[in-house]
Nanobody, 126 residues
């Protein structure tokens, strides 16, 4: 079973940047689709970004496009989320999630993913 650990969160001024990391262990990360979701207090967990096993299939939630970049390094069993131009509205706990797929695949639904990290707090101050 996969164990995912997010890191890199913190408090940043509006307009600043953070890079989150998601370290996967216990399974072959290169076989897994990986997504990022976020959840603000009192809000539903929402889709942020997805990257397929090869890194060639990528998509973002609408408000993240042009600001966030998802990537992965399969040799290091690690995924990344580069967040630029952060806004107070980006404040949330950010989670990475994975699921094995035999073919290249992306999915936007949190219910599709099997493995989840514990989350890392991101706060965009105003």
């Amino acid at each position: 079973q996969a164990h995912l650990v997010e890191s890199g969160g913190g408090l940043v001024q509006a307009g600043g940047s953070l890079r989150l990391s998601c370290a996967s262990s216990g399974r072959t990360f290169s076989s897994d689709t990986m997504s990022w979701f976020r959840q603000a207090p009192g809000k539903e967990r929402e889709f942020v970004a997805v990257i397929d096993q090869s890194g060639g299939g990528i998509d973002y939630g609408y408000s993240m496009k042009g600001r966030f970049t998802v990537s992965r390094d399969n040799a290091k069993n690690t995924g990344y989320l580069q967040m630029n131009s952060l806004k107070p509205e980006d404040t949330a706990v950010y989670y990475c999630a994975t699921r094995n797929s035999y073919s290249l695949q992306t999915d936007y639904s949190k219910s599709w993913y099997e493995y989840w990290g514990q989350g890392t707090q991101v706060t965009g101050s105003s």
